[in-house]
Nanobody, 117 residues
Framework: QVQLVESGGGLVQAGGSLRLSCAASGRTSSRDTMGWFRQAPGSELEFVSA????????IYADSVKGRFTISRDNAKNTVYLQMTSLKPEDTAVYYC??????????WGQGTQVTVSS
């Protein structure tokens, strides 16, 4: 089992920045990829970004490319999502997830991000 706890959400004005954190505990050696997803009210879950735990490969959704940066701190078992130039359409609950064998199996409880215009 892997436990994930997100933090760092909040209310920010358009154009502002936030950094989300996701702390992992438990059998963290089993995960190969960490990802961020988001879900806006009335919308489906949307992929945002992911990084491999070793090697550091990253991928971004087109909607956040150039504005969001995913990073990890292996020593702290933590993955971050630095969000800049935030837009009202970035408003959502953001979830951290851990993949085992490339399948997302573990999810955090989510953190709310609200961007005001």
């Amino acid at each position: 089992q892997v436990q994930l706890v997100e933090s760092g959400g909040g209310l920010v004005q358009a154009g502002g920045s936030l950094r989300l954190s996701c702390a992992a505990s438990g059998r963290t050696s089993s995960r190969d990829t960490m990802g961020w997803f988001r879900q806006a009210p009335g919308s489906e879950l949307e992929f945002v970004s992911a990084t491999t735990w070793t090697g550091g490969s990253t991928i971004y959704a087109d909607s956040v490319k150039g504005r969001f940066t995913i990073s990890r701190d292996n020593a702290k078992n933590t993955v971050y999502l630095q969000m800049t130039s935030l837009k009202p359409e970035d408003t959502a609950v953001y979830y951290c997830a851990a993949a085992v064998d490339l399948s997302y199996k573990y999810w955090g409880q989510g953190t709310q991000v609200t961007v005001s215009s």
